[in-house]
């Protein structure tokens, strides 16, 4: 593979990229999605709140603001077409003191200036009406019953998938290594060939201000700023029925308790700034910080049921908003960049944003064979005992249960595999069905998914991988350790 | 004089004991019972242990099939063992106690199978 | 709906056994349920040597030890269902099973047998800090893979935890040609046997780290090193005292879990020491004719106890099918509490009821810490009626007291009794 020619290029399979995709994939155009790692979903998409931001945060007038509101009111039907999870389950900030009151009515009359609905502010009271294990700290809260929550792994697949149904051709393992202007587009080279193209997207995540420097002069500076998180059993799954924020105040940013569409408990996250663009560790001082603050909000949390930490980064541009569309000195690159919260909630209207602007520009016809549904992987966990007998009867794969903690069949890890876009490592296929999301973290379902993963794609063994090359489970046989 | 310090494998005690070894007389101390003294006194003269590993298998329902060595082999030959152990391939089916190897490492030992391995 | 007298869930030890004594106690129409291909759980990878000298009076490898329960098992003719994993179970005693062979299946039982066995704790339930790369494996997994699949995780492995899977899986790896650098415990003692210490370390030269932990891990893809930290008695590491061990594997050898998620659908009542449901003397949940047995009611150091309580319950749950009329019907019974103080964790059972209870009744129970010179008491409502001195105490190993039906009768209105740990003088 040495040249390959398209329309419109995307960089980035994260969840803004997939939407761009999606989104341009309405339009009769070539379009090209490359990807460093080996699966969309792989960069900040993945480790982050799941959060459907209600919109009261951004400062009115922002590009944040805008698509927080657009993104929100997108999701639902965006959820039925594409078959993610996702729930309203509302959203709450929490005020501890009487001197921050005055900050939290702010908050309430920024989120009616950015458009938001249903908003109201609620007495400590009202608040542990509705959340019993809010802590008597509270003394008020403001209250959005339009925040929800989504799977960003669901969310960002389904795009993928979907973009991929509709013709966009995604390559992985493929890292942009420079951009060269032409007279009609742009050159990029690849560690895998290059690709010439009349239009860029910039979705880069962390890495978006790289991408953006190789062709403006008007330099973005992008700082990932890593968030710690924990995850709970499903059994804490409803120690809080809403997302339950703090209002910023003496004790700084706070961090927020939410149940997750699956029926986790998650907390988090920190916000640590840092120059390294990949670097997702969790530390002690990340998980303790966490535990002290969340108390702060939530009482009786069962931390001893904590079934990971993990971290996420935040691609955080120094002026503080999303840089969206092209520069000036570069005509023809629209940047989807400095894409941080609330980004995951913004990235369905931001797709289409977007992909109107390029199709513009390239003046783009619309698809009419355009097919916006896709089809999800079907859970035998949320069938009906009927449905159950009736899928195993005619496909056995789905009576073997794998993943015992999420009860998650073969023929669940087998459609992940052998979908459209479909998982080439554990992770990918963890993304994709929950397989070893569960209590045991994959300890009893590893040595099988291994097993399928090979059986299903012709890997070998001792190369499948944990997330691309690099992580390999497996060592060769017959391996002898050189005592010299 | 040698001195060797052993912990004693006799129960969870685990006494720390002190061998002496002198001409043809061996002392322990630091045991607090006789089955110190006659580990100890084991250990330093003829140490074995049984060794137990896996050996793979072709044509079976799993990769590997499980083995022991019959009876301890002495302590310095594990890894001898271990050589022939690991390179040693069987077919299905395989039963419990079938030797896979005779005289291992030339102990006079055979390793037999601890597991029935049926044919795919 | 499919009918049973006895449902059985779990093929390992446990289920086995009960199994075999539900059968020998008289019971025919017995299903025993087990999601692996092959009946014996987690004695199918357990390949080195140490099993029986209780049950067999000899020393067997796991496999052979599981043979011969399932020798056991085919000779009386008991049913099984392999490659079968259980959804769910109610109290009126109806499991939901799934499988390839026989799809969606609901199995009515008069009694329940759970031999579910235990899981091992995950890297992310002990939040141990830094990358989440490949090669972390829990020892059990890799054990796995090694013993059973023939696959080699690593090449250069760590292992944190100095339990006797972790001290195993030293040796494993040692022998089939990894370089292990080091075996950390958390705790300043090992919860291993010292047999393993010596066979499985000493014999290889592999360092024994006590009161240290892995305070980071290196490696965006695979693991690349870890960082050893010496902790205080607060188990807090100590700053200054890091060590980094380049590595491709961390194994985790770092406790067992009870795997009751069933039994809590079922809503049986469950203690949080041990994370296994309550029960009575004999080994009966809080919800009638469902019983508990094995890994899945308390992690045991031996099978050898495995097997022997599991017969106890199989035996139990047979006489309940048999009596269920004569059970209910029992007039008056006096149920007394079983309670553990000063060093003992826990009980199990943790409830006596006298009108039930057989002649001699085994109390099994684990100490907090390591003790020497102490005696093991037991109290009859505040009255001393047994003291044994034991050298040496340690959490690794269970430890036991018999109860004399006879000697409970002399106290017909007793409440409580409790079993401490008191130092000797």
Known sequence: ?484 | ?120 | MIYHDLVIIGGGPAGLSAAVAAKESGLDDILIIERDYVLGGILNQCIHNGFGLHTFKEELTGPEYASRYIAMVKQLEIPYQLNSTVLDINKEKEITVVSSENGLETIKAKAIILAMGCRERPRGALNIPGLRPAGIYTAGTAQRLVNIEGHMVGKEVVILGSGDIGLIMARRMTLEGAKVKVVAELMPYSGGLKRNIVQCLNDFDIPLKLSHTVINIDGKKRVTGITLAEVGPDRKPIPGTEEYYSCDTLLLSCGLIPENELTKQIGASMNPVTSGPMVNDRLETDVEGIFACGNVLHVHDLVDYVSEEAALAGKNAAEYIVNEKAMTDEKETNVIKLKAENGVCYTVPQSIETSTMADKLTVRFRVADVFENRSICVYYDGKRISKKKKRVLAPGEMEQVVLLKTSLEEYPDLKEIVIRTEEES
């Open chain 1, 1 to 484: 593979m040495d040249k390959q020619i398209c329309d419109v290029l995307i960089i980035g399979g994260g969840v803004v990229g997939c939407s761009i995709a999606r989104e341009l994939s309405k339009y009769h155009c070539n379009i090209i999605l490359v990807e460093k790692e080996e699966d969309v979903c792989s960069g900040t998409s993945k480790a982050n709140s799941g959060i459907v931001h209600a919109g009261y945060d951004a400062k009115p007038g922002s590009l944040k603001a805008e698509f927080n509101v657009k993104g929100n009111a997108r999701m639902e039907e965006l959820s039925k077409e594409l078959d993610f999870e996702f729930k309203r389950n509302a959203s709450m900030v929490l005020c501890f003191d009487l001197v921050d009151l005055p900050a939290l009515e702010a908050l309430l009359e920024r989120g009616r200036a950015n458009g938001v609905s249903d908003l109201s502010i609620l007495s400590g009271d009202e608040v542990r009406r509705l959340e019993p294990n809010v802590t008597d700290e509270v003394i008020a809260a403001l209250y959005a019953p339009t925040g929800g929550i989504v799977c960003p792994f669901g969310l960002t697949i389904a795009m993928a998938e979907n973009a991929c149904d509709n013709g966009v051709k995604f390559y992985f393992n493929t890292e942009v290594l420079a951009i060269e202007k032409t007279n009609d587009g742009y050159i990029a080279e690849t560690n895998c060939g290059t690709y010439v193209t009349k239009y860029i997207v910039n979705a880069a995540g962390v890495y978006a201000d790289k991408i953006h420097n190789m062709v403006s002069e008007v330099k973005l500076n992008i700082i990932p700023r890593r968030g710690e998180y924990l995850l709970l059993e499903k059994e804490a799954g409803k120690h809080v029925s809403s997302t339950v924020f703090q209002l910023p105040g003496k004790y700084g940013k706070g961090v927020l308790v939410t149940p997750t569409v699956h029926g986790n408990l998650l907390i988090g996250p920190t916000a640590m700034d840092q120059t390294d663009k990949d670097l997702t560790i969790t530390t002690a001082e990340g998980y303790d910080e966490i535990c002290v603050k969340a108390e702060k909000s939530v009482k009786d949390i069962p931390f001893r049921q904590v079934i990971t930490s993990f971290s996420g980064l935040r691609s955080h541009e120094s002026g503080n908003d999303f840089v969206l569309g092209e520069p000036k000195d570069a005509e023809g690159f629209f940047d989807a960049a400095g894409i941080e919260s609330p980004g995951l909630t913004c990235a369905p209207a931001l797709g289409k944003y977007l992909a109107e602007m390029v199709a513009k520009k390239g003046r783009f016809e619309e698809n009419t064979d355009f097919n916006p549904r896709r089809k999800g992987i079907t859970r035998v966990a949320d069938l009906s005992m009927e449905e159950k007998r009736k899928l195993i009867q005619e496909r056995p794969e789905y009576g073997t249960i794998v993943c015992r903690c999420e009860n998650i069949s073969e023929g669940e890890i087998v459609d992940a595999i052998t979908r459209t876009l479909g998982a080439r490592s554990l992770d990918g296929i963890k993304r994709r069905v929950r397989q070893g999301m569960g209590r045991c973290q994959a300890g009893f379902c590893t040595p099988r998914t291994v097993n399928i993963l090979a059986r299903e794609t012709g890997i070998p063994l001792e190369r499948i991988c944990k997330n691309g090359t690099g992580s390999e489970l497996l060592k060769e046989e017959g391996y002898e350790y050189d005592l010299s």
């Open chain 2, 1 to 120: 004089m040698e001195m060797r310090e052993l912990t004693c494998i006799g129960c969870p005690l685990g006494c720390s004991l002190t061998v002496t070894m002198e001409e043809q007389t061996i002392t322990v101390t630091g045991n607090t019972c006789s089955r110190g003294e006659a580990y100890a006194k084991k250990e330093v003269t003829d140490p074995t242990r049984i060794v137990t590993s896996s050996v793979k298998v072709e044509g079976g329902v799993i990769a590997k099939a499980s083995v022991k060595t019959s009876s301890d082999i002495p302590k310095g030959k594990i890894f001898e063992c271990m050589k022939e152990i690991r390179a040693c391939v069987v077919k299905a089916p395989v039963r419990i106690g079938d030797v896979v190897i005779a005289n291992c490492a030339g102990t006079g030992v055979s390793v037999v199978a601890t597991k029935d391995v049926e044919c795919l």
